[in-house]
């Protein structure tokens, strides 16, 4: 992304804050693992999408006195001896041609910065004292860790009490839910690269594989393009495994009849993708495969042909289980609609972007630049069957488009593309 694309973004947020009010927002910190070992670091979503840093540590801050904005971003100082064991830190110019943020300090100033205006007296940045606090406040569970933005709320509270907090990740959500044309770009580059880690395990895919011999194969095409990898943990599983909707084990070998089922998507410039394919091991659908695929495939067709502006969010994941209860009703797989919750597990359509459930505000309505999973899962454990077919859709103007239509997904492309081992 372009600095031009986060300039974008930020303006849009402060537009959207109060008068007199001060935002800040944490790239993030690393999490240990053990003894001197840290997770990989991974940037905080918001703050990719509003400076385009990827670096641990750095805080974005802006002021909106009236109508008027000014913006710091604080980022690590030099460390030749840190720097030595861990790699380079970005440098000021760096920063700031990256971001677009003219002001660039190092991160040990923000502390006594904040400080100063929350006491109200004059500052560089202006004079007087704000009103209003934003921070990016999202959890997923109560139960999360305080992460950088929670720590300072509890302090604010504690020491400013004065000030009104406001939680800025309510902006962020609406302002993320649809993408900009170099975001679409973006996921375009992604679905191609998560189309050849596809098609490379279909190729290699045989009877007594390893499910992390298929990751192997996913993982090394992936590395081809970028050293950014998939966009999160794949699910790669075969036989009765993939009744655990998230697996993550990799140990199961795919036994001659099973179905592979894979829940894979690369990322590209911070843009993830979400795609699943399911095929049997040997490259060949038998009856009962070929009748429950088939389902999944009318139904994702029918929704492609179905969504487009104005339609509600929620019949999309209802459109998905309705017709395919239909399918699977006309196949005489299910006796009664009703019981569909016995053949399908989980839901038919979430956002993806920055994330691969995209921190986005569900809409009531589909709008054109939304980009959503549609989501096909049958899971058949009498058969022993379990597989999804998902697809990621971009609303248009006029109906919506397939991003991922190029990666096979018809029994016959399936099964020419095994053939060709």
Same mark, same amino acid.
């Given at each position: ?166 939680? /800025?990740? /309510? ?6 839910? #649809? ?55 794949? #699910?790669?599983? /075969? ?36 795609? &699943? ?40 994941? !209802? !459109?998905?289980? &309705? ?7 006309? /196949? !005489? ?77 018809? #029994? ?10």
């Amino acid at each position: 992304m372009k600095s031009t694309f986060h300039q974008y973004n930020r303006q849009r947020l402060y537009e959207a804050m109060k008068p007199n009010s001060l935002a800040v927002f944490f790239s993030g910190e690393e999490i240990r693992k053990t003894n001197d070992e840290y997770y990989p670091f991974f940037a905080d979503r918001d703050f990719v999408y509003l400076t385009g840093i990827q670096q641990k540590e750095c805080v974005l801050l802006a002021l909106k006195d009236g109508e008027n904005v000014t913006e710091r971003l604080y980022i690590l100082p030099p460390d030749p001896m840190t720097e030595r064991w861990t790699g380079r830190r970005l440098k000021p110019e760096e920063a700031e041609a990256i971001s677009g943020v003219r002001d660039i300090r190092f991160v040990d100033a923000f502390s006594a910065d904040l400080h100063a205006m929350a006491a109200g007296g004059h500052y560089s940045m202006r004079s007087g004292s704000f009103e209003h606090l934003y921070l990016d406040l999202f959890r997923v569970s109560p139960n999360d860790i305080d992460r950088p933005a929670h720590q300072l709320s509890k302090r604010v509270q504690q020491e400013y009490p004065y000030l009104k907090i406001e939680n /800025a990740n /309510a902006i962020l959500r609406r302002l993320r839910l #649809i993408k900009q044309p170099c975001e679409i770009e973006a996921m375009r580059k992604a679905e191609i690269i998560t189309g050849e880690g596809i098609l490379a395990m279909m190729k290699a895919s045989r009877p007594g594989m390893y499910e992390y011999q298929y990751k192997a194969e996913f993982d090394y095409a992936l590395s081809q393009h970028s050293p950014d990898g998939p966009g999160f943990p794949s #699910i790669i599983s /075969a036989g009765q495994n993939n009744f655990c909707i998230h697996y993550y084990a990799y140990t199961g070998q795919a036994q001659d009849g099973d179905m592979v089922l894979n829940d894979v998507g690369a990322q590209w410039d911070g843009h993830i993708t979400d795609v &699943s394919r399911g095929w049997p091991c040997n490259g060949r659908f038998n009856d009962r495969q070929r009748l429950l695929y088939e389902c999944a495939l009318a139904t994702s067709n029918h929704m492609f042909a179905t969504i487009r502006p104005g339609m509600k969010m929620a019949d999309v994941d !209802g !459109g998905i289980r &309705s017709y395919n209860a239909e399918r699977l009703r006309d /196949a !005489g797989v299910l006796k009664d609609v009703r019981d569909i919750g016995t053949y399908m597990w989980h839901g038919g359509a979430h956002h993806v972007g920055y994330d691969v459930h995209d921190v986005v505000e569900r809409p009531e309505l589909i709008a054109p630049g939304m980009v959503f999973c549609v989501d096909v899962g049958i899971y058949h454990e009498e058969w022993g069957i379990g597989f999804r077919l998902e697809d990621n859709c971009l609303v248009t103007e006029n109906g919506c488009e397939n991003l991922s239509a190029a990666i096979p997904r018809t #029994i016959e492309d399936i099964e020419a593309v095994m053939c060709k081992r």
